[in-house]
């Protein structure tokens, strides 16, 4: 059943850098819209004034990823009390997820 109202949710927003790997993790807490549409803008917008150079590269189901000459970003939504109970991955996750990001 869907809502007519936002929820209240967190945007988190995960950029790595392209040529050192360094990654920088930031969080946002937010309104998050209903429909895909109004995701889809608001991570934009979100992404945007973190990294104004990132262009969207791909959007589904509450997540997007950007990219510009420096960054592969990553942002999507979470519930606000999630993010700081989130288990920590395995190594196995860490390592299948870095092969993601090898060129």
């Keep these: 059943m869907a809502r007519s109202y936002a929820l209240p949710r967190r945007v988190i927003v995960e950029a790595r850098d392209l040529d050192t790997?360094?990654?920088v993790r930031q969080e946002l807490d937010v309104?998050?819209?209903?429909?895909e549409a109004g995701q889809r803008a608001q991570l934009a917008g979100v992404v945007a004034r973190?990294?104004?150079?990132?262009?969207?590269?791909?959007f589904g189901r509450g997540a997007a990823?950007?990219?510009?000459?420096?960054?592969?970003v990553v942002?999507?939504?979470t519930?606000?009390?999630e993010s700081a109970l989130a288990p920590s991955l395995s190594?196995?996750?860490?390592?299948?997820?870095?092969?993601?990001f090898i060129g």
């Design 21 to 23: 790997d360094a990654r």
């Design 79 to 81: 519930e606000a009390d």
């Design 50 to 58: 973190l990294h104004p150079e990132a262009r969207m590269r791909s």
């Design 91 to 100: 190594e196995a996750s860490v390592e299948a997820q870095q092969s993601l």
């Design 65 to 72: 990823s950007f990219l510009d000459s420096s960054y592969l």
């Design 31 to 35: 309104d998050a819209p209903t429909d």
């Design 75 to 77: 942002a999507h939504y």
